[in-house]
C-alpha cells in the first residue's frame, strides 16, 4: 500500500482492517486500511482527511501518533506507530484488573485525553479496544478518527457509527459531542476495567445506548462498585458534560489514588498480562524482512497473477499459494506436467464462480510468514507443503468422482482430503479456503474467498468468516444440519484452542462456503506449538456441491 509492505494482519475493526508494516526509516508501524463502503463516500473522505491531519498534530505520552495517511486512492488508509501490545478488551476476558491497576490505567488514558483535547480532536470512540497495554503502559489508538464516519451520516449494524455501549448521554441522543464525552467513556471504561460490569447493565447496544442517552433521569447505579472508586465513577459520569471533571483534574484523583505517576509503570499489570505482552513483543521482533520486489517480466509477457501482484516465495522450498496454476499432485507423488508440443509448459487454469485474482495496490509484493503455512498430509503418514497450486473451481479431483449423497442432494466434490494446519508463528495469519482446498500465508486485503483465518499476533486464533458449526455426522444432511443449528462464535482464542473444549479431536465443523459449497472439517489431531502458544491440528476435508 503506497510502498508499505504488509508484513502480517493484525486485527479488524468496525472501520477496517489494520497490518503490520514498516516505515520508510524501517521501524514498525500499523497501516489501517479503511473499509471500502467508507471510502466510496465522498463526504467521508473529506471528513477523514481533516480528522487525520488533525490527529497528527497530537502528540504527548500514552499517545500513539499518527505517521502517515492519504484519502486519494480506492482505499484511504493512515498509518500509526505500531505498539506490540495487549488491547483492553482481550485483556478483561482473563478478569477485571487489580483495582491499582485501573487507576494507574486511567489516569494515563486521562493525561492522554489531555493531550488529544488540546490538539483540538475529541476522540469520539474510548473504549476498551481503543486501549492498547503496552510494553511502557497503556496508549489510546484510533482518536478523531471516528468522527469521519459521524459526519457522514453512515450506519452500520444496530444503526450507530462508534461503540454504543460506551458513548456519552450526548453522543447517544444525538446532541453535539464535545471533549466531556470522552471523560464520560472513560468512566465507562474504568468501571468495565474494575468489575467486568458495565453502569448500564446487559443487553443489545441500542438498548444500553438508551439507557446512558437517559441518564438525567436514571443515573446508574454505581453502589456496587468498589468504595475507592465510586467517587471517580460519579463525577465522570454526570450526565451534564459540565460537571465531569477535566483530563488533567481526573489524571491526579488517579495519582493520589493509586500513589503512582503516568510514567511509572513498572510492574502495574498482572503476571499474566505482562507475559502475554511480553510475548507480543517477541513475536513482533522475529518477523522475517521482506524479500526484495521481483523483476518486472519480459516486455510482451504479462504477469500470470494480474495487473500489480507478484507472487512472493517463502523461505526455503516452500512457495506461497496462489490463485491460478495446475491441480496439485495426488497421494502417490508429485506428476510431470504433460507435453504440449511447443516446449512450453501449458496455461495455468483458473477458478471460475466469480472468485477472481486478489489485487494488491501499490507494493509489488507481499510477504509470506515462512512458519505459518498448510501442509498436506501425504501417503505413509508424512507432510509435505502444497504447492502453489490447487484443483480449478468445480473440477473433481482423480481420487474420488463426483457421486451422489442422496440424503441430502449433494454431491461428493472430494472426500477426507487430508490437511494439516500449523498455527501460524510470529505475527502471521494464514487464509483458509476450503472449496479448492487451499490455504494461503500471504497478508490479504480482502478475506472474501476464505472461510477461516489462524491469527498469530493478535490471540484471536481462529476466525470464521463464514459461519461455522459442529456436525454429528459425516453425511452432507448431517453438516448441512449442524451448520445451521450448532453455530460457534465467530472466533475461538487462543486460550479457548488450547483448552481443547470448543473444537477438540473429534469435531467435525461444517459451513456453507463462499463458493456456496457444503465443507466439513473434521479434527483428528492437536499437538500443542510451544513457538505460537496454540496448537497444530491434522484434519481431513470433505467437500460436496449440490448435485
Not at 521481483?294 to 490463485?323: I, L
Request: net charge neutral; with cysteine; glycine share 12%.
Amino acid at each position: 500500500m503506497a510502498g508499505y509492505r504488509l508484513l502480517a494482519r493484525l486485527g479488524e475493526g468496525g472501520m477496517g482492517s489494520v497490518y503490520l508494516t514498516r516505515t520508510r526509516g524501517n521501524q514498525p508501524a500499523a497501516l489501517k486500511v479503511i473499509r471500502r463502503e467508507f471510502g466510496q463516500d465522498p463526504d467521508f473522505r473529506d471528513r477523514f482527511e481533516q480528522e487525520v491531519r488533525a490527529a497528527r498534530r497530537v502528540q504527548g505520552y500514552h499517545i500513539v501518533p499518527v505517521l502517515d495517511h492519504d484519502t486519494s486512492g480506492e482505499l484511504p488508509w493512515l498509518a500509526t506507530a505500531f505498539i506490540p501490545g495487549l488491547p483492553l478488551d482481550e485483556a478483561l476476558r482473563a478478569g477485571p484488573l487489580p483495582l491499582p491497576a485501573v487507576f494507574r490505567l486511567v489516569g494515563a488514558a486521562a493525561g492522554a485525553l489531555g493531550s488529544v483535547h488540546a490538539a483540538g480532536v475529541v476522540h469520539r470512540d474510548l473504549k476498551p479496544s481503543n486501549v492498547l497495554l503496552g510494553p511502557q503502559g497503556p496508549y489510546l489508538i484510533d482518536f478523531g478518527i471516528a468522527r469521519a464516519a459521524d459526519a457522514t451520516q453512515l450506519t452500520r449494524s444496530g444503526g450507530f457509527i462508534g461503540t454504543p455501549q460506551y458513548m456519552s448521554p450526548e453522543h447517544a441522543g444525538g446532541e453535539q459531542v464535545t471533549a466531556a464525552a470522552d471523560v464520560f467513556s472513560l468512566g465507562l471504561v474504568a468501571a468495565v476495567a474494575a468489575t467486568g460490569r458495565h453502569p448500564y447493565g446487559d443487553g443489545a447496544a441500542i438498548t444500553v445506548a438508551a439507557r446512558i442517552a437517559n441518564t438525567a433521569l436514571r443515573p446508574p447505579d454505581l453502589s456496587g462498585y468498589p468504595d475507592a472508586l465510586r467517587p471517580l465513577l460519579t463525577r465522570c459520569l454526570a450526565a451534564d458534560p459540565g460537571e465531569r471533571p477535566a483530563p488533567a483534574d481526573l489524571a491526579a484523583l488517579c495519582q493520589e489514588a493509586s500513589g503512582h505517576g503516568p510514567r511509572d509503570v513498572g510492574g502495574w499489570l498482572p503476571d499474566a498480562l505482562a507475559t502475554e505482552i511480553a510475548r507480543r513483543e517477541r513475536a513482533a521482533r522475529q518477523l522475517p524482512e521482506p524479500p526484495p520486489a521481483a523483476a518486472p517480466p519480459p516486455p510482451g509477457h504479462a504477469p500470470a497473477q494480474g495487473p500489480g501482484y507478484t507472487p512472493t516465495e517463502v523461505a526455503g522450498p516452500h512457495r506461497a499459494a496462489t490463485r491460478t496454476g495446475t491441480a496439485p499432485p495426488p497421494p502417490g507423488g508429485p506428476q510431470a506436467a504433460p507435453a504440449t508440443g511447443t516446449g512450453t509448459p501449458p496455461p495455468a487454469a483458473t477458478r471460475t464462480g466469480g472468485r477472481a485474482l486478489r489485487v494488491v495496490l501499490g507494493a509489488a509484493a507481499l510477504v509470506a510468514v515462512a512458519a505459518a503455512t498448510w501442509t498436506v498430509a501425504r501417503a505413509g503418514g508424512t507432510a509435505a507443503h502444497p504447492p502453489a497450486t490447487g484443483p480449478t473451481k468445480g473440477s473433481t479431483p482423480p481420487e474420488h468422482s463426483a457421486t451422489p449423497d442422496g440424503d441430502a442432494g449433494y454431491q461428493v466434490v472430494f472426500k477426507d482430503r487430508p490437511f494439516a494446519l500449523h498455527s501460524p508463528a510470529a505475527a502471521g495469519t494464514t487464509s483458509v479456503d476450503l472449496d479448492v482446498p487451499r490455504a494461503e500465508t500471504q497478508v490479504q486485503l480482502d478475506d472474501s474467498p476464505y472461510e477461516i483465518l489462524y491469527e498469530g499476533v493478535s490471540g484471536i486464533g481462529l476466525e470464521f468468516k463464514t459461519p461455522m458449526g459442529r456436525s454429528t455426522g459425516r453425511t452432507a444432511r448431517a453438516c448441512q444440519e449442524g451448520a445451521r443449528a450448532d453455530v460457534l462464535p465467530g472466533q475461538v482464542r487462543r486460550e479457548e484452542l488450547n483448552k481443547g473444549r470448543t473444537i477438540h479431536v473429534g469435531t467435525l465443523l461444517c459451513t456453507r462456503t463462499t463458493d456456496g459449497d457444503l465443507a466439513m472439517m473434521e479434527i483428528t489431531g492437536m499437538t500443542p506449538n510451544a513457538e505460537s502458544g496454540m496448537p497444530d491440528f491434522t484434519t481431513k476435508v470433505t467437500l460436496w456441491k449440490k448435485a
